[in-house]
């Protein structure tokens, strides 16, 4: 039998309770000190300013850079023309879909209806339905997404709001960041970008399949606005405003996006 060498401390063994004892110290030092990090992190944010400007504000700004980082990727996608796939008119459903009407299921009394557009002096614009479709027409054929998780290949008609907005005079309205739509009775409302509201195949439209739209689908004069998901697309509208601040948009205070761009 070999001595044990004098030279070699034997390793001291650590005890089941000591073992635990380190294993809790340094799990528990590890928790801290990552707990401290996350903490410090969170009041950062928690305590930074508030945007209160910007496409959507009201958010802490760290957060905002982030988020504005990929929307102004996606604004300058469209912005620079570019335009939403679409479809030859065989391809449109001829039984389109129809889903919530929040301020666009009432009767509509279609004579006394006007298209409300409040300028930045005030004024306000009260335009009837055949001064819009004395404008030219264009027919668009997309696909409508809604956020529900369908969509469907659509036909349109209706004016372009660009052109909308040159035959009104709204040079000075569209210097502005936002437009807001609202129904009549003011239940449902939409707050848009104006790059997007502004994109070339955005339409106010009077018709689908090259009919009157029906009061379903948001009679007598709709938003499509193919560079976001349908919530966006406003059935029935009454007023269109625009401003500097974000509007207050129905979808975003459920919390929904509120950008909501494809
Ligand atoms: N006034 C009004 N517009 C609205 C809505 C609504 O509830 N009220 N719903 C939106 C949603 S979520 C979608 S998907 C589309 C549906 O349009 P459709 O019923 O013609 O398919 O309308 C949008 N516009
Ligand atoms: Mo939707």
Redesign the pocket.
């Known amino acids: 039998m070999n001595k044990p060498d004098k030279n070699i401390k034997p390793k001291k063994e650590l005890t089941i309770d000591q073992k635990i004892n380190r294993r809790n110290f340094i799990s528990f030092g590890t928790f801290a000190v990552l707990g401290t990090a996350a903490y410090g992190g969170w009041r950062k944010l928690y305590t930074s300013p508030i945007e209160k400007l910007g496409i959507t504000g009201e958010a802490h700004k760290p957060l905002r850079r982030a988020l504005n980082k990929s929307e102004l990727f996606f604004r300058n996608f469209f912005s620079n023309n570019h335009l939403v796939k679409t479809y030859p008119k065989s391809m449109a459903a001829k039984v ?9 299921d009432s009767r509509l009394d279609a004579a006394s209806w006007r298209l409300q557009v409040k300028k930045i002096t005030g004024e306000v614009l009260n335009i009837t339905i055949d001064e819009i479709k004395a404008l030219p027409k264009t027919d668009l054929v997309f696909d ?1 997404k ?3 998780g369908w969509d469907q290949i659509q036909h349109w008609g209706g004016v372009k709001f660009i052109d909308f907005v040159e035959h009104f005079g709204l040079e000075s309205e569209i210097k502005l960041d936002y437009v807001g739509m609202e ?1 009549p009775d003011k239940a ?1 409302y939409v707050g848009l970008d104006m790059d997007s509201a502004l994109h070339p195949q955005t339409i106010l439209a009077y018709e689908m399949n090259d009919a009157p739209i029906p009061v ?3 009679a007598p004069l ?1 938003l499509i606005i193919p560079v976001k998901y ?2 966006k ?4 509208i009454g007023m269109i405003s625009f401003s500097n601040r974000r509007p207050h948009d129905y ?1 975003a205070e459920q919390g929904y996006d509120y950008y909501s761009g494809l």
């Open positions: 389109v879909r129809k889903n919530t009407s929040i301020g666009a409508f809604c956020v529900e129904t449902y379903p689908h948001g709709r349908g919530i697309n406003l059935k029935r979808w």
